[in-house]
């Protein structure tokens, strides 16, 4: 080991004592994502008996990340702070300071399970979650959405027509403006629904993907780095979103099940009756979000500040929500 | 005067080689694997853009000069897609058209067929306009 793991783990080796008085060792550190500005790192606090604490590390090794994130120790502000209020998340162990050495960031438990969206919804391991997942999902974003704002670290707040406006800002900045897009934006603009009569927590990247789970269902719901006050039909929209379906295009949530019972769900826990209008309003704004997020990969590459195959192709997936646009504003099935 | 085989029979072969050669000989779950995967996904893509694309392109240019009626010295294509963008945007041409919509449909169709023809909303777009009679299969 060498180089920038080499320096972590001796970093950690420095830090874990202090917080856990038992280890001896750190084991096992691998880095589970390999993004620039964010990086997740899985590692064991062994204990002399030989007993491993199952840590992950969400740092900043410094730089600047995108300004929808939230701050790490602000997210792990708020992941702490969720505790307890009945949305399954991760235990917090420590927010990292300056004199620690290892940069900017958290450590928090780890829990076993799975993530990866496909595995979920094919392996024979996953078929007693798959009956459970829609309404688990729903439950937990109807606790997410009940937490009170006052057990809360201030997080930024995003309004409708804020969300609105960015889209329009965004749209007409693109350097070719897009038919499909502003087809959507002016049945966004006609159809914007009031803002919610309260703010709630909006966790922002709610699908599969960001939730642990194991065989018999949720087990936590992770990445709340684009967290902030909304409207709760967003999470419920985007959870919905075609792209987090996986291929089962006729199964709107997640791919697992349909909008009905994640509904039923959600109001179950929350007392309130989901505005499916509203939802559907949210979708739009998403494909849209997620559209123009492909649309400005094409400048990333042509501008050589990422000139991968990868890029390029995520470039031309602008399509991809165009159809799913399409389908939902312009079209009679059901399962858009 | 160019000679065969032509871009899109060559594009092919080098998917077939990064596909059936390359790809085997890498590590598997490697970066490098899953890099030459995209690279085999985007060379298709291309081979697909040479061999529809024009269609595609011609299409939409009539399609284009219906709706706007342009007056006029030619203009090109990518003129004419902001024209209309920024025609539906500031509302010089009403969005519920069924003309607008057809088209915007039937461009979107055919570069789903270029892009990611095997996008699950797309085979389901292509399925319900096949047979749109059938009830959606929830």
Redo the contacts between chains.
């Keep these: 080991m060498s180089g920038e793991p080499a320096a972590l783990q001796a970093g950690l080796e420095a830090l874990l004592p202090r917080l856990l008085p038992h280890t001896r060792r750190i084991t096992g550190l691998q880095r589970l994502s390999a993004g620039a500005t964010l990086q997740t790192w899985s590692f064991d606090a062994e204990a002399a008996d030989g007993h491993g604490h199952p840590l992950i590390l969400r740092r900043s090794p410094g730089g600047l990340r995108g300004n929808e994130s939230l701050s790490l120790p602000l997210e792990a502000a708020l992941v702490h702070a969720l505790a307890g209020s009945g949305v399954p998340v991760a235990e917090v162990v420590h927010t990292l300071q300056p004199a620690d050495g290892v940069g900017d960031g958290f450590l928090m438990t780890r829990i076993p399970g799975e993530t990866i969206a496909r595995k979920i919804q094919r392996d024979a391991a996953y078929t007693t979650a798959r009956a459970l997942l829609v309404r688990q999902l729903g439950m937990a974003a109807g606790a997410l959405h009940r937490v009170p704002l006052a057990a809360l670290p201030t997080l930024p707040v995003r309004s409708t027509a804020a969300t609105l406006a960015a889209l329009q800002r965004r749209s ?1 900045a693109l350097p ?8 959507a ?3 966004l603009q006609r159809h914007q629904p009031a803002e919610p009569a309260s703010l709630r927590l909006v966790h922002g990247d709610f699908r599969l993907g960001n939730v642990i789970v194991g065989p018999e269902g949720l087990r936590a719901v992770l990445d709340w780095e684009i967290a902030h006050l909304g409207d709760p039909a967003e999470d419920l929209a985007w959870v919905c979103l ?1 792209p987090w ?1 996986f ?4 199964q709107p949530v997640a791919g697992l099940g ?1 909008r009905a019972e994640l509904f039923a769900a959600w109001q179950a826990a929350t007392g309130e009756a989901v505005d499916a209008e509203r939802v559907r309003w949210w979708q739009a704004a998403g494909s849209l979000r997620w559209g123009l997020g492909c649309a400005g990969m094409r400048e990333w590459f042509e501008s050589g500040r990422d000139p ?3 890029r ?2 995520i470039a ?5 929500n ?3 646009l ?2 939902l504003l ?2 009679e ?4 | 005067m160019l000679d065969h085989p032509r871009g899109p029979a060559l594009l092919d072969a080098v998917a077939a080689l990064l596909r059936d050669v390359l790809m085997p000989q890498l590590p598997a779950g490697s970066s490098a694997a899953f ?1 030459a995967r ?2 085999a ?2 060379v298709d ?1 291309a081979a697909r853009e040479m061999r529809l694309g024009p269609a595609a392109e011609a299409a939409a240019a009539e399609r284009l000069l219906a709706l706007l009626q342009p007056g006029g010295a030619a203009q090109t294509q ?1 003129t004419l ?2 024209e ?3 025609a ?2 500031s ?1 010089a041409i009403d ?1 519920q058209s069924p003309a ?2 057809a ?3 039937a ?3 055919d ?2 067929a270029i ?2 023809p095997s ?7 292509l399925q ?1 306009r096949a047979a749109p009679a059938q009830p ?3």
């Design positions: 007409a070719q403006p897009d038919a499909v897009f502003e087809f934006l002016r049945w075609p379906r291929g089962q295009i006729t349909q991968s195959v990868e390029a192709m031309r997936r602008v399509s991809e165009q159809i799913d399409l389908r312009d079209s099935d059901a399962c858009a | 890099q995209v690279a996904n985007a893509l990518d897609e902001a209309l963008a920024l539906i945007r509302g969005d607008l919509r088209h915007l449909w461009s979107t169709l570069k789903l892009d990611q996008y699950a909303p797309y085979r389901r777009a319900l959606p299969q929830e």
